[in-house]
């Protein structure tokens, strides 16, 4: 419909691969300074320099000093609201951005915290993925602010942002700053979790069994969230006092049985529905607190279990057959 | 987060209210001005979008918004005959403004209110520059600043939204003002402008003998004067206005386009050098002392009757130098034309008539005659008064015989009956007579009830002679303004502001603050722009120096604010030069390589690079090394100074591009 689009997307591209060699890569915490804030009049701010242009004219024909004392005051007026916009934005921090792993066919989301060090308040900040919707949050003088952009995951395995756009249009909306943060970002996405077949149960000798399962009853898996229910007894009072959510020490209950999920031997001739279905068996298992193993074709994952245990899983299942699958995965552990 | 999303839908969005307020004070700038049914209207409609309108009821289709709009131009077009007017233009914005509230939905619908409420800023602008009603403008552009903030930023109080309104056009109003003196004005105009539509209050063409008492009760200024060197003595403060030749019977008229050459005339006594600062009066007239001797602008006509006639009528303050005589002599005898308009006389009025007949038989001169003339209004029992009874059909003939009583404009009107009928040319002069010194601006003040009516007689030596007919009946006119005689002339407010000493004062003092802003503000130019630069040691200054001062202006602003936002935020400046040039290495090596993470040291970091662009590690290796050395390594005082220096040279003469060409150069060699 619109002629121009092409031509506007290929601008896009262009200019935005400039900035990226511009501005080279970013590693946070990043001060948003000068070099990188880019300011240009809105919608807005160009009518109001047309009406500017017309209001000069009019002035300048009568030869009548006020009007033209009115037009160079909102001049001066609408040059004042650049330097603000601009200002706004300056000295920004990107804190901290990261995106949580989600399932496929969910939302994820880019948390990105955001902050000041100086006394100014900087007010309608907006941040945005390359294609999601802006989220507005405020920073006061010296504030943080933590803004949670949607991004959708439609299909499972890597989803890579590029680059996140803080812009604002405060105070008068006649101009608009705004900048892109190139920071490495990539959001794991878990296979959708589907499927109705009864887990399989190990087949390894109860003597193993016994012999990887330890203490039973008692023994210490981790902290887990407060639940209603829960016996005050089981609550980590310490890390409370350090100002801790209310944790609870997590017991192993059961761990009755001993599960290994393997690819191999699901029938289902869509790889994705096996991966769906192992993911969840992982995630019933994980839920029911039982030790389970995960086997895929070149990848044997021991038996276990805990959170990390089942991301570790889920992450083996999310970028299983993905050509750059294993060692991002690996990376990313030893991120963490 | 997404407050304002969540917002009630019922109630208008701040945004759209604050449009709205903009746009109502706009309109109140010009309400007196546009006819009663368009503000009405449009007050109405703001009202309607903002109180019970249901986004239901919103205009959408295209089809309906034009007929509307056609409608409302064929509205404006039918009251006005014209769009181009001034006050025609600003009712079709006005009323385009109310249609565009029908349909007022979006962000962008409330910029384009704002945006039209500012331009009716413009336009009270050129309509009125006083300076009373500068604040005005002044509230009204802040409110429209602060609808702007309220748009972009709709979480936003209203009280902050003006504080950051009002704090912005603070900051803006220092290069607004030398921007205001520095653009250089044009000569002219670019295109012709539309003559007005309305009229003010205000001497005219024509004049009914009571007519005048209507502006009497009007306290507004019409000019101001300074003489420049001798004032006259105040019985000889007539300002001359519309001659007035025509009579027929109730009214008095102008001559039709008297374009005739001013008699020439010898003066006599003291020429008069003035200055005249006229307020608009949207009327052709410029008012000068008595008798003008040439005119004082190229686009002036001086008359045939020493009016001074514009071309263009008075829209803006006008100020304008002018040389007068009150005494003259005529050089020529009465042509007859003139002789026999002068000494028509209307149907009617039989006893003045018989009067004026006897009159003629009892004296033997002119001169006499007119002695005798003003002896019978001494002597008849005349008073003066704003209110006089009503006239009948022969009105004159009423006056003289019947009621007795009359303000100037009667007794100027039945003068110069009396002695037209007997036979002595003469016709009325309307003006103004005295005025107000203000000993603050060092001027003199004649204000609309100052206006006043008198007569001139031909007599035959000294031709045209001013002849008062009020001052024989009310001789203490000439000396005290009229308000001083009939108060009760003034409404209330205004008859006590004359009273009280504090007050008039007061009012002297803002009267001279007008004064001053016409002159210095409304009347700037590119004279005073080239004064201006003169005064701040520009010789012989042009245009093109003003334009060249305006552009240095403008980017000295720009680059003391750019200065001044990178303040607030300036790079935290490493303590020591060793970091100094470190910092630099490392804003080098960012840009071209990779950014050094915080908790990185020189030589894992150097190892990254080396490990990034092995083409680069021959020239940077070293550098990192250095560092380490000079910051981690034992202390050699004695020398330590020279080598952070040679260090930061080292950095300063590194450049990446001649290093990896460099490399590849000798790469290229060895292969």
Known sequence: MNPFAPLARRLRTRSAAWMRRRQGEDVLPVTLERRRLYILPTRAGVGFATLLALMFLAGLNYANSLALLVTFLLTAFALVAMQQCHGNLLGTQVLSATAPAVFAGTTGRVLLTLGAADARPRLQLEAALPQGPPQHGDLGPRGRQRLELPLPATARGLVRIERIRLATVHPFGLFRAWTWVHTPLEMLVYPRVHGSLPMPIHSAPRAGQRSLCGAGDDEWVGLRAFRDGDSPRQVDWKAYARESPLLVKDYSSGGAELRLFEYARLTDPDGEARLSQLARWVVDAEARGERYGLVLPGTRIAIDRGPEHRHRCLAALALFGQSDGADRVGAERRRA | ?671
């Open chain 2, 1 to 671: 987060m997404s407050a304002q999303n969540a917002a009630a839908p019922e109630r208008a969005p701040a945004a759209l209210v604050w449009a709205c307020a903009a746009l109502g004070g706009g309109l109140l700038l010009h309400a007196d001005r546009l006819p009663a049914w368009a503000v009405a209207g449009t007050l109405a409609m703001i009202l309607w979008r903002l109180t019970i309108a249901r986004p239901g009821q919103l205009l959408s289709g295209a089809t309906v918004r034009a007929l509307l709009a056609l409608s409302l131009v064929t509205l404006v077009f039918a009251r006005f005959h014209t769009l181009n007017g001034l006050t025609a233009g600003t009712t079709l914005l006005v009323l385009m403004a109310a249609l565009k509230l029908l349909e007022a939905r979006r962000a962008r619908d409330a910029y384009v209110i704002v945006g039209v409420a500012l331009f009716l800023v413009l336009a009270a602008c050129l309509d009125r520059q006083d300076l009373a009603r500068v604040p005005l403008y002044g509230v009204e552009a802040l409110l429209c600043c602060a609808a702007f903030a309220l748009i972009a930023t709709p979480g936003l109080g209203a009280l902050p939204a003006l504080r950051l309104a009002g704090r912005s056009l603070l900051v803006a109003f220092p290069l607004a003002l030398a921007l205001f003196l520095l653009f250089p004005r044009l000569p002219g105009a670019l295109w012709a402008i539309p003559p007005r539509d309305e009229a003010t209050t205000g001497l005219s063409e024509s004049m009914t003998p009571g007519g005048i008492t209507r502006l009497i009760s009007t306290y507004e200024p019409v000019f101001r004067v300074t003489f420049i060197g001798a004032r006259p003595p105040p019985e000889q403060l007539y300002w001359r206005g519309p001659v007035l030749h025509e009579f027929d019977g109730a009214t008095w008229r102008r001559r039709p386009a008297s374009l005739g050459q001013p008699a020439p005339l010898q003066y006599l006594g003291t020429p008069y050098h003035h200055r005249v600062a006229l307020e608009p009066s949207r009327e052709h007239f410029w008012f000068a002392l008595d008798t003008p001797a040439r005119s004082p602008d190229p686009a002036v006509l001086l008359s045939e009757d020493r009016e001074l006639v514009a071309g263009n009528p008075v829209n803006a303050p006008v100020s304008f130098e002018v040389v007068s005589y009150t005494h003259t002599q005529a050089a020529r005898p009465l042509e007859s034309g003139a002789r026999l308009a002068d000494t028509a006389l209307p149907p009617g009025n039989p006893r003045t008539l018989t009067l004026a007949r006897s009159l003629r038989e009892h004296t033997s001169t002119d001169e006499a005659l007119l002695r005798a003339g003003l002896e019978f209004l001494r002597t008849g029992g005349f008073s003066y008064s704003v209110t006089p009874e009503r006239l009948g059909p022969d009105a004159v003939d009423d006056l003289l015989f019947r009621t007795r009583e009359g303000f100037c404009g009667h007794y100027a009107s039945a003068f110069v009956t009396l002695m037209r009928a007997a036979g002595l040319p003469a016709h009325v002069v309307t003006g103004y007579l005295g005025g107000e010194w203000n000993p603050i601006g060092g001027y003199l003040l004649v204000r609309q009830s100052d206006a006043h009516a008198w007569a001139e007689v031909w007599l035959p030596v000294r031709g045209w002679t001013r002849v008062d007919p009020t001052a024989v009946v009310a001789p203490e006119r000439l000396h005290r303004g009229l308000l001083d005689l009939l108060p009760q002339a003034l409404s209330v407010p205004e008859r006590l502001l004359r009273q009280s000493r504090w007050l008039s004062g007061l009012l002297q003092r803002w009267d001279a603050a007008s004064a001053w802003w016409n002159a210095r503000v409304v009347r700037f130019d590119l004279d005073s722009q080239l004064g201006l630069l003169a005064r701040l040691g520009v010789r012989a200054p042009n245009a093109r120096d003003l334009g060249w001062a305006f552009m240095l202006v403008l980017s000295l602003w720009l680059a003391v604010g750019a200065w001044r936002l990178g303040d607030g935020v300036a790079r935290t400046r490493p303590p020591d030069a060793l970091a100094r040039a470190y910092a630099r290495l490392c804003r080098k090596l960012a840009r071209a390589v990779l950014p050094r993470p915080p908790q990185q040291g020189p030589l894992d970091f150097a190892a990254a690079v080396s490990a990034r662009r092995p083409d680069l590690a021959g020239d940077v290796l070293p550098l990192f090394e250095r560092y380490a050395q000079l910051r981690y390594g034992l202390p050699s005082p004695a020398t330590r100074r020279r080598d952070v220096e040679d260090f930061a040279r080292a950095v300063a003469r590194l450049s990446l591009k001649r290093a990896a060409r460099h490399a590849s150069g000798s790469g290229r060699t060895l292969a």
